[in-house]
């Protein structure tokens, strides 16, 4: 039922990675709890002990600016936001739904908590095809010597051999001597 309010996609796409942390903006929220972002800030202001810094912080003016130009977000200059922006982590969304009474809100935020499980998978499954190709790297690298002593080996033996060159001069032959032949 809560795939029919909200896409998980359109709340992938509402996660940014702020500080290290994945988090969503209290206007994005607002937009799928269909509430005002002033009546969405307002419910958390009056459950302030609820919300401690990991749970959501305040966004400075250089990553709310960051913001407006890699995703488009509106500026205040141009009929935008005159309030500070907060972001909310996984755990701050989820204490969301304990200020936020609505049937609504049940079921956004159930949407929301399956797209941060969906992106923790994404990123796990990215760590892992990133060990296994390191692995497979390491394995080519060492068959790349392997095969380039192999190389080097087919080469040497693929050139001929110096033929022996004659030695000049007199040479006494020890083959008598071992024979029991008199001189």
């Known amino acids: ?3 029919a309010i909200v896409p998980i996609e359109r709340v992938q796409n509402a ?15 607002a937009v799928l709890y269909q509430v005002t972002t002033f009546n969405l800030n307002k419910a958390v202001k009056r459950n302030a002990e609820r919300f401690p810094d990991d749970f959501m912080f305040q966004l400075t003016p250089q990553e709310v600016t960051d913001l407006i130009f890699q995703n488009g977000i509106s500026s205040s200059g141009h009929g935008g936001r005159r309030k500070p922006t907060y972001g909310f ?6 204490m969301l739904s304990s200020i936020l009474h609505s049937s609504r809100a049940a079921h956004v ?9 969906r992106l923790r998978e994404a990123l796990n499954s990215n760590a892992t095809l ?5 692995e497979l790297e390491n394995k080519i690298s060492s068959h790349d010597e392997s095969i380039r002593t192999l190389f ?3 080469r040497e033996l693929m050139t001929p051999p110096e033929p022996p060159q ?3 001069g007199f040479h006494v032959r020890e ?8 001189k």
Do not use: C, H, P
């Open 1 to 3: 039922m809560s795939e």
């Open 15 to 29: 996660i940014f990675l702020i500080r290290g942390q994945r988090v969503m903006l209290d206007s994005d929220l």
């Open 89 to 94: 982590t996984e755990q701050g969304v989820a």
């Open 109 to 117: 935020n159930i949407a929301i908590m399956r797209a941060f499980v």
């Open 130 to 134: 990133a060990l296994k190709l390191k």
């Open 152 to 154: 080097d080996a087919i």
């Open 166 to 168: 004659k030695q000049i």
């Open 175 to 182: 083959s008598r001597a071992k024979y029991g032949t008199k």
